[in-house]
């Protein structure tokens, strides 16, 4: 059993290899998947920006909520009264 | 068609890959020039003419996405364009057997190894490429298959020229000792 599958021939490939090239089909191919990507990556990149600007207006509307703060500066401190028997 | 262009080839197919890097069109004289050398790398390893222009299609158009990272060091494309080649040929035998096309014309027309040829048994001869590494198969590959001079092999393997046919020196005396002691048991 060997690694490979030898197989002899007189001779490799005798015939011409012009008819098999074919640069344009390539260049066509290669300008194709080029859109492709540039139009995934201009994707990407908008949904990550409309997911940004969406949570920078989540979290400014939040700011603006007048939420009663739970210290307010200047509010004198709430005094706690025990009754004498549980001290 | 020789590896090693003179400087001025070099300095040219330099200027063809900057001007390629620039705008993909210009990767057409590059593609044109080792368009055959790549189809017959393949062939020997499919042995099916639709199967090598396709992998040599594959092999072109990977070089196309990757040429915006090629540095260029100095020596030919086509040491590049090998390696993208033989990836794609591995990447197609992954689960099967590869193939190896022996030229027999090579064979007959390199002294060192003609005789052995003409006098072993060929299960014999691929038995005896068989013990080799991948590495040392490449280097007989590429000297005899391939015909690629020295100085050629040592641009693509990265090695010396001299360390090249030390190497090869070597591999031919332990082929020779090897026969030797099947003959014996023989």
Same mark, same amino acid.
């Given at each position: 059993?060997?690694?490979?599958?030898?197989?002899? =021939?007189?001779?490799?490939?005798? =015939?011409?290899t012009e008819r098999f090239q074919n640069f344009d089909a390539l260049e066509q191919r290669y300008r194709?998947?080029?859109?492709?990507?540039?139009?995934? =990556?201009?994707?990407?990149?908008?949904?990550?920006?409309?997911?940004?600007?969406?949570?920078?207006?989540?979290?400014?509307?939040?700011?603006?909520?007048?939420?009663?703060?739970?210290?307010?500066?200047?509010?004198?401190?709430?005094?706690?009264?025990?009754?004498?028997?549980?001290? | 068609?020789?590896?090693?262009?003179?400087?001025?080839?070099?300095?040219?197919?330099?200027?063809?890959?900057?001007?390629?890097?620039?705008?993909?069109?210009?990767?057409?004289?590059?593609?044109?020039?080792?368009?055959?050398?790549?189809?017959?790398?393949?062939?020997?390893?499919?042995?099916?003419?639709?199967?090598?222009?396709?992998?040599?299609?594959?092999?072109?158009?990977?070089?196309?996405?990757?040429?915006?990272?090629?540095?260029?060091?100095?020596?030919?494309?086509?040491?590049?364009?090998?390696?993208?080649?033989?990836?794609?040929?591995?990447?197609?035998?992954?689960?099967?057997?590869?193939?190896?096309?022996?030229?027999?014309?090579?064979?007959?027309?390199?002294?060192?190894?003609?005789?052995?040829?003409?006098?072993?048994?060929?299960?014999?001869?691929?038995?005896?490429?068989?013990?080799?590494?991948?590495?040392?198969?490449?280097?007989?590959?590429?000297?005899?298959?391939?015909?690629?001079?020295?100085?050629?092999?040592?641009?693509?393997?990265?090695?010396?020229?001299?360390?090249v046919k030390m190497k090869l020196y070597r591999l031919l005396k332990r082929l020779k000792e090897r026969?030797?002691?099947?003959?014996?048991?023989?």
């Amino acid at each position: 059993m060997t690694r490979y599958d030898y197989r002899i =021939r007189r001779q490799l490939f005798q =015939r011409r290899t012009e008819r098999f090239q074919n640069f344009d089909a390539l260049e066509q191919r290669y300008r194709s998947r080029k859109r492709t990507t540039n139009i995934v =990556r201009f994707l990407i990149i908008l949904i990550a920006l409309i997911i940004l600007v969406g949570i920078l207006v989540f979290t400014a509307k939040a700011d603006n909520h007048n939420y009663k703060s739970p210290v307010t500066k200047g509010q004198p401190e709430v005094k706690l009264k025990f009754p004498q028997k549980d001290l | 068609m020789s590896l090693i262009p003179d400087h001025s080839a070099l300095q040219q197919e330099q200027s063809w890959i900057t001007a390629a890097q620039k705008d993909i069109r210009n990767f057409e004289p590059l593609y044109r020039k080792y368009y055959d050398t790549i189809f017959r790398f393949i062939f020997r390893r499919t042995d099916d003419e639709a199967l090598a222009a396709d992998l040599s299609s594959q092999t072109f158009y990977k070089a196309m996405t990757k040429l915006k990272s090629y540095q260029w060091q100095g020596k030919p494309l086509v040491a590049w364009l090998y390696t993208i080649a033989l990836n794609e040929v591995k990447k197609h035998y992954r689960d099967k057997k590869p193939i190896f096309v022996i030229e027999e014309n090579k064979i007959l027309e390199a002294d060192e190894i003609r005789d052995e040829w003409l006098h072993l048994a060929k299960d014999d001869m691929m038995r005896l490429l068989d013990e080799l590494n991948d590495a040392d198969l490449q280097i007989i590959e590429l000297k005899y298959f391939e015909s690629f001079t020295f100085k050629e092999i040592a641009i693509m393997l990265e090695m010396t020229e001299s360390a090249v046919k030390m190497k090869l020196y070597r591999l031919l005396k332990r082929l020779k000792e090897r026969l030797e002691v099947w003959h014996d048991k023989i």
